[in-house]
């Protein structure tokens, strides 16, 4: 068992520090300060013992705390763990008291040392423990070896002290004594309760000393940080954490000014010698160097219940030459004498200690929109944006092979419609193709008729083939899946009931668009939700994997004649906000989707349920919906996968609203059968239309068959009227590859961002190292390691791909001048325009200077934005979920987040550095 202090739980319960057993209610603030009171008023008999010499044994503590507490430990108003801290609360009044006259009579440090071990002697011996104290290490500084840790500490009146794990302030009254201003901390309520009455002109902090430098305000910044913290325990854990005292060590560094010095008090094994730990303190001596380390005999800590061996560590805060050398440790100490000899010896002089100046994170409000611009503007009503909608009429065709027409050996056939005919509507402006298997089989006969505006046929705005989307997904959605169900109140848990049953629900069955590029899936996707809207549906959900991607529903949604801004974005309403739109077609993305609940904060899945309705009947369109893959898990070569949290997501969003619209999009859907499993509103299992009884007999037989299965399955789905799958033709298609040579200034500037991109990596894996959200361990969050990694490969993708476009396009431009030459027409697919981020600037620029508008739309500022908006900096906690796994989870003070000052100052390092790079011309 390892040791030492706080007491490390969040919110601990008010029972066991200074009052009964470990089952006791929560106290009030009133009754926690008079159990406060009264230990201190047996510290101060215990005291007025001390300076008689009086040893104080178990029958002198008993005494001591009947008569402050008015009753026996038998009756539950105290434990011995109580009077063991009221014990070192009388060490502490009584070194204030006659600690100057004891230093001045010793004349020196080693002299003081024999005094101060007749004292401990006087104290007794704990040798019984509460559950807390042992899971939580509440072991107090023995005050011989506080004396030798002030002493390696070297605190002036010029100090500023901090003891991030205060406990009963054994350390801390020998920092007193020695002059320095006292900055204390301590999570456990009962022993910061008790410090705020021994140091009454201390104003304790009570945070998890693990991150005490993301906590604690900007402006407590110490010279001197003396510690003794737990060596395996972690607040909200119930495991042993063997980096625990790294990590109270870590931060503590961080929250050090330059020059100050660091004393800690560990586990005897927290050594760079140590193999286990070489490379952590490889990473520590970056920021500060371990200039004396020693161990001592556990004898040391026999009084306090222990005997555990410890070290003793001094790191000056300055970054070591070779972070790989270190001073080589002097042994172990058989004694505190021994020990403060070696103190005294070894440990250098202290450095020069930095101006404390503190110094605001750094600030870009040009690349930052006022609040204004992102304020949400209402959509116009319904009445006034909407056209006229009109039933698009067709004739239902029988299908069959023209006479001597046969499939050909191509992989690929054309496609034209096959049970239906509509007149007047427009070829798909491309051929259209699709495959072999699909062309065998001919869509059934629809009876459904869509509502669209006139001039959607008539002009072409929709092809037939898009048409015939429509149409088909209006089919789909008007049957019900075979059978009742219930859902649970998480949305997690469906199970069959039976029809009468209280509560039973039908699903309404869903459609699946497979298209390929360039067949217009956000078209056909735009006609279906305004069919439905002239219908009287007026909500509809679209779900993205980008939120950059709204610009293109906007714009496929606009080009049926709709009020573009009636598709709205969700991030413009809070988390646990109400959604205040009375209709609209709310955008959001799976990232964005999958967010849990926080507090008091519903999760995004319910947030969007509460302003549907239960009974909402409206569409619910998953773009992109191979995003929601592995949605129930499988198993893998190296062992079971979970679930994803995006394909949860998505199925919560569909069995909270059974009777909603569902529409799937995505060209590469039926590529595995285990990427289908979100798609549960096409009745594969559990149904009529196929032969499975469950989803695990539905895998087991299409895995059996292969990819041979997997086509027969996409041809069934059409052919039940449930699937489509076009693709373009490329037939007759030629083409030439450009060579563009760079130039050497291209390679400068290319090389230089290629590293820039290799700084910001290292910074990001560090981040989420310094925020809790992975950790020695591996991972503690895996939905914040994955949004922050997406987030980074997004942005350097879409960087680089603008940098290597930037740098081909004087090649293009030559090629396209000798072609138009050459009579040939030239057409160009601008793939981003950078019209969002142009937007962004113009926004952020003060009306003053618009007469001469200079701003940088560089590709650069894409990374300037991700650092400065997506970043990962909020801080995350460790804990032990209900099923032992160890995971963390975000911290927030007052309802707000706390950021990791470490990942902030990373990042603002980071943006520093990039903005003095060249820009990309």
């Given at each position: 068992?390892v040791?030492?202090?706080?007491a490390?739980r ?5 029972t066991?520090?200074?009052a009964?057993g470990?089952a ?16 201190v008023r ?13 040893r ?24 011995w763990?109580t009077a063991?801290d ?12 006659f ?12 002299a ?7 004292i ?6 704990h040798?019984?423990r ?9 072991f ?21 002290v ?34 705020g ?9 009570r945070?998890d ?6 906590h ?6 110490p ?5 003794n913290?737990p060596?395996s ?9 063997a980096?625990?005292a ?6 503590s560094?961080?929250r050090?000014?330059d020059?100050?010095?660091l004393?800690?008090i560990t586990?005897a094994?927290?050594t ?7 490379d952590?303190?490889?990473r520590?001596?970056?920021r500060?160097?371990?200039?004396f ?9 026999a ?5 555990t061996d ?5 790191i000056d ?6 972070p ?10 058989s ?8 103190v005294t010896?070894?440990v ?8 404390l ?8 409000p040009?690349t930052l929109?006022?609040?204004?611009a992102?304020?949400p503007?209402?959509p116009?009503?319904s009445g ?12 239902a ?12 050996d191509?992989?690929?056939e054309e496609?034209a ?9 427009h ?5 259209l ?8 089989v ?6 459904y008729?869509?509502h669209?505006?006139a001039?959607v ?6 092809s037939?083939?898009q ?10 959605h ?6 009742s169900?219930?859902?649970?109140a998480?949305?997690?848990v469906?199970?069959a009931a039976g029809d ?7 699903f309404?069955r ?10 217009g899936k ?9 069919d439905?809207?002239?219908?009287g ?5 679209w779900?993205?994997k980008s ?7 906007q714009r ?14 969700l991030?413009?309403?809070?988390q ?5 739109l009375?209709?609209g ?10 967010t849990d609940?926080?507090?008091e904060?519903?999760?995004r ?7 549907l309705?239960?009974d909402f ?16 898990g ?8 979970a ?25 590469t859907?039926?590529?595995t059968?285990?990427?289908?499993a979100?798609a ?12 499975f ?11 059996e068959?292969?990819?041979a299965a ?8 059409k ?8 693709s373009l ?7 030439e590859?450009?060579?563009?040579q760079?130039t ?10 290629a590293?820039?991109?290799s700084?910001?990596h ?13 950790g ?5 969050n895996g939905q ?6 997406s987030a980074?490969?997004?942005a350097?993708?879409?960087f ?12 293009l ?8 030459e ?7 697919q601008i ?5 969002a981020?142009m937007?962004?600037r113009?926004?952020g620029?003060?009306?003053?200077e ?6 940088d739309?560089?590709p650069?500022?894409y990374?300037?934005?991700y650092l400065?908006?997506?970043?990962p ?14 995971c963390s ?11 990791s ?6 990042r603002?390092?980071?943006i520093?550095?990039?903005a003095?790079?060249p820009p990309?011309?």
């Amino acid at each position: 068992m390892v040791r030492p202090l706080p007491a490390l739980r969040k919110n601990p319960v008010m029972t066991e520090s200074l009052a009964g057993g470990a089952a006791a209610a929560p106290l009030s603030m009133r009754a926690a300060a008079t159990l406060t009171s009264a230990a201190v008023r047996a510290a101060r008999q215990l005291a007025m013992d001390l300076e008689r010499g009086r040893r104080i044994d178990a029958a002198v503590l008993r005494s001591a705390m009947e008569a402050a507490f008015g009753a026996s430990d038998a009756s539950g108003a105290w434990n011995w763990k109580t009077a063991y801290d009221a014990c070192e609360a009388a060490t502490v009044l009584f070194l204030r008291k006659f600690g100057p006259a004891i230093r001045v009579k010793a004349g020196s440090n080693a002299a003081m040392l024999p005094m101060l071990a007749r004292i401990a002697r006087c104290l007794p011996t704990h040798t019984r423990r509460s559950e807390d104290s042992q899971a939580l290490q509440q072991f107090s500084t023995p005050i011989p070896l506080g004396l030798a840790a002030c002493t390696a500490a070297g605190i002036t009146s010029a100090d500023r002290v901090l003891e991030p794990s205060a406990g009963t302030g054994l350390l801390a009254i020998f920092a007193e004594l020695a002059g320095g201003a006292l900055i204390l901390n301590e999570l456990a309520e009962a022993r910061a309760a008790l410090l705020g009455q021994l140091f009454a002109n201390v104003k304790v902090t009570r945070f998890d000393a693990a991150q005490i430098d993301d906590h604690l305000d900007a402006g407590a910044v110490p010279s001197v940080v003396l510690m003794n913290p737990p060596f395996s325990a972690l607040a909200n854990v119930d495991r042993r954490m063997a980096d625990s005292a790294l990590r109270h060590i870590a931060s503590s560094l961080a929250r050090l000014c330059d020059g100050g010095r660091l004393v800690a008090i560990t586990g005897a094994s927290l050594t760079p010698d140590n193999p286990a730990w070489r490379d952590a303190f490889v990473r520590l001596q970056e920021r500060g160097r371990v200039v004396f380390s020693a161990a001592i005999e556990g004898a040391v800590y026999a009084k306090h219940g222990t005997l555990t061996d410890t070290r003793l560590l001094v790191i000056d805060k300055r970054p070591a030459a070779d972070p790989k050398i270190f001073e080589a440790s002097l042994g172990v100490a058989s004694d505190v004498a021994t020990l403060l000899d070696w103190v005294t010896q070894h440990v250098p002089p202290r450095l020069p200690v930095a101006t404390l100046v503190v110094v605001d994170a750094i600030r870009r409000p040009a690349t930052l929109r006022p609040v204004s611009a992102f304020a949400p503007r209402p959509p116009s009503p319904s009445g006034d944006g909407a056209p006229q909608g009109v039933e698009l009429t067709y004739e239902a065709v029988e299908w069959m092979l023209p006479d001597g027409a046969r499939l050909t050996d191509a992989l690929y056939e054309e496609y034209a419609l096959q049970a239906i005919r509509i007149p007047g509507a427009h070829a798909h402006p491309t051929k259209l193709v699709q495959s072999a298997a699909m062309a065998s089989v001919a869509s059934p006969k629809a009876s459904y008729r869509p509502h669209l505006p006139a001039s959607v046929v008539a002009d072409g705005i929709l092809s037939d083939a898009q048409l015939e989307s429509v149409i088909y997904a209006g089919e789909a959605h008007s049957e019900f899946l075979a059978g009742s169900w219930t859902v649970d109140a998480t949305f997690d848990v469906v199970a069959a009931a039976g029809d009468d049953a209280e509560n039973a629900v039908r699903f309404r069955r869903g459609w699946f668009l497979g298209d390929g590029t360039g067949a217009g899936k956000g078209r056909q996707v735009a006609g279906i939700l305004v069919d439905n809207w002239l219908k009287g549906r007026r909500r509809a959900v679209w779900i993205s994997k980008s939120d950059k991607l709204i610009e293109d529903a906007q714009r496929d949604w606009s080009a049926l004649g709709m009020e573009r801004l009636l598709v709205t974005p969700l991030s413009r309403f809070r988390q646990g906000a109400a959604i205040r739109l009375a209709e609209g077609v709310l955008f959001t993305t799976y990232a964005t989707l999958r967010t849990d609940e926080r507090g008091e904060k519903l999760s995004r899945v319910r947030q969007i349920v509460e302003w549907l309705g239960s009974d909402f009947a409206g569409v619910i369109v998953f773009d992109e919906s191979h995003a929601m893959q592995n949605a129930a898990g499988q198993k893998g070569e190296r062992g079971d996968q979970a679930a994803s949290h995006q394909g949860r997501a998505g199925l919560r969003l569909q069995h909270a609203l059974p009777n909603a619209r569902v529409v799937y999009v995505s060209a590469t859907g039926a590529t595995t059968v285990h990427n289908l499993a979100y798609a549960q509103r096409l009745g594969l299992w559990g149904g009529t239309d196929f032969p499975f009884a469950t989803r695990a007999e539905f895998v087991l037989a299409i895995e059996e068959g292969g990819v041979a299965a997997m086509e027969v399955l996409a041809r069934d789905l059409k052919a039940l009227g449930l699937y489509a799958a076009r693709s373009l033709s490329y037939e007759g298609v030629a083409y030439e590859l450009i060579e563009h040579q760079l130039t050497p200034e291209q390679v400068r500037i290319y090389d230089a961002y290629a590293g820039a991109f290799s700084v910001i990596h290292n910074n990001l894996d560090a981040a989420m190292r310094a925020a809790n959200i992975t950790g020695e361990t591996g991972t503690l969050n895996g939905q914040a390691k994955s949004a922050a990694r997406s987030a980074f490969e997004s942005a350097k993708q879409r960087f680089f791909g603008h940098l290597l476009t930037s740098m081909k396009t004087p090649s293009l431009i030559r090629s396209i001048e000798r072609d138009l030459e050459a009579g040939h027409a030239a057409v160009i697919q601008i793939v981003s325009t950078g019209e969002a981020l142009m937007e962004r600037r113009l926004a952020g620029i003060p009306t003053e200077e618009w007469g001469d508008v200079r701003v940088d739309i560089t590709p650069r500022e894409y990374v300037l934005d991700y650092l400065a908006h997506s970043f990962p900096v909020q801080l995350y906690e460790p804990f032990t979920d209900s099923e032992g796994n160890l995971c963390s989870r975000p911290v927030y003070r007052d309802g707000q987040p706390v950021e990791s000052r470490d990942a902030v100052a990373r990042r603002d390092r980071l943006i520093e550095k990039l903005a003095s790079l060249p820009p990309v011309p």
